[in-house]
C-alpha cells in the first residue's frame, strides 16, 4: 500500500487552462513537500507545507494542507508549457525518511 | 541550500560490470541520501550515508549490491554491482537543508544509468 497517493498519474492539457493535482494519505503528516521533475534533473523542491489549513501561493501555483494534514492539493491557473514536468509530493517518515507519492507526469500542450 | 554535482550524468554498461556514481556536496553535510527512480516511477531511498559510519538501508537494498562509500562530510558514492537490466534506472543523491518551512532537499541531476 502506498503511503502517498497522488492523482491523477498523467494529464495532458492546452495552455491557458487551469489543473489541481491531489496528493492522500490515510495517516496524519507533519509536513509535506512538493517537488517538480524536469526530465534530466534532480527534483527540485517548490514547497513545504506544514500548519493544517495553510496555503501558500508560488505565482501561478496554489498549494494547500487540508486541514486534518492527511491530503494536500496542487493547483496551477492559466498553465503554460514551462509547468511541463513531473510533480511530486513528499513526506518525512521518521528522521529524515523522504517518502514521495507516485507523482503527476503533467504535459502542457502550446 | 546546498549545490550538489553528480556524475556520470549517463552510462551504457555491459551487464555484468559495476558502475560508481559520485556526488560532491559544497557544504558540508551530516547525511546524504541515495535514491533509485526506475522509468516511469517515482523516487524510492536506496540508502541513507552518514560520514565514519556503514550506510543505512532500506528494505530490498543490500550493501553487497549497492555498497556506499562517504569519505568525508562533502562526497559520497554509490556502486551498482553485477549490474543486469533491471538496474536500468536513474540514481540520484541528496542531501537536506533548512528548518520549518525552509525545509527541504536537494538532489543532484541524477545519472542515468542504462545496461545491456
Known amino acids: 500500500t502506498q503511503l502517498l497517493e497522488q492523482s491523477p498519474q498523467f494529464l495532458s492539457i492546452q495552455e491557458g487552462e487551469n489543473l489541481t493535482v491531489y496528493c492522500n494519505s490515510s495517516s496524519v503528516f507533519s509536513s509535506l513537500q512538493w517537488y517538480r521533475q524536469e526530465p534530466g534533473e534532480g527534483p527540485v523542491l517548490l514547497v513545504t507545507v506544514v500548519t493544517g489549513g495553510e496555503v501558500k501561493k508560488l505565482k501561478r501555483l496554489t498549494f494547500q494542507f487540508g486541514d486534518a494534514r492527511k491530503d494536500s492539493s496542487l493547483h496551477i491557473t492559466a498553465a503554460q508549457p514551462g509547468d511541463t514536468g513531473l510533480y511530486l509530493c513528499?513526506?518525512?517518515?521518521?528522521?529524515?525518511?523522504?517518502?514521495f507519492g507516485q507523482g503527476t507526469r503533467l504535459t502542457i500542450n502550446p | 541550500s546546498a549545490v550538489i554535482s553528480q556524475k556520470p550524468s549517463r552510462d551504457i554498461c555491459q551487464r555484468g560490470t559495476s558502475l560508481t556514481i559520485q556526488c560532491q556536496v559544497d557544504s558540508q553535510v551530516t547525511m546524504m541520501f541515495w535514491y533509485r527512480q526506475q522509468p516511469g516511477q517515482s523516487l524510492t531511498l536506496i540508502a541513507t550515508?552518514?560520514?565514519?559510519?556503514?550506510?543505512t538501508y532500506e528494505s530490498g537494498f543490500v550493501i553487497d549490491k549497492f555498497p556506499i562509500s562517504r569519505p568525508n562530510l562533502t562526497f559520497s558514492t554509490l556502486t551498482v554491482s553485477n549490474m543486469s537490466p533491471e538496474d536500468s534506472s536513474i540514481y540520484l543523491c541528496?542531501?537536506?537543508w533548512g528548518l520549518g518551512r525552509s525545509y527541504g532537499y536537494t538532489f543532484g541531476s541524477g545519472t542515468r544509468l542504462t545496461v545491456v
Open positions: 550515508a552518514n560520514q565514519g559510519s556503514e550506510a
Open positions: 513528499a513526506l518525512l517518515q521518521g528522521a529524515q525518511k523522504l517518502v
Open positions: 541528496s542531501v537536506e
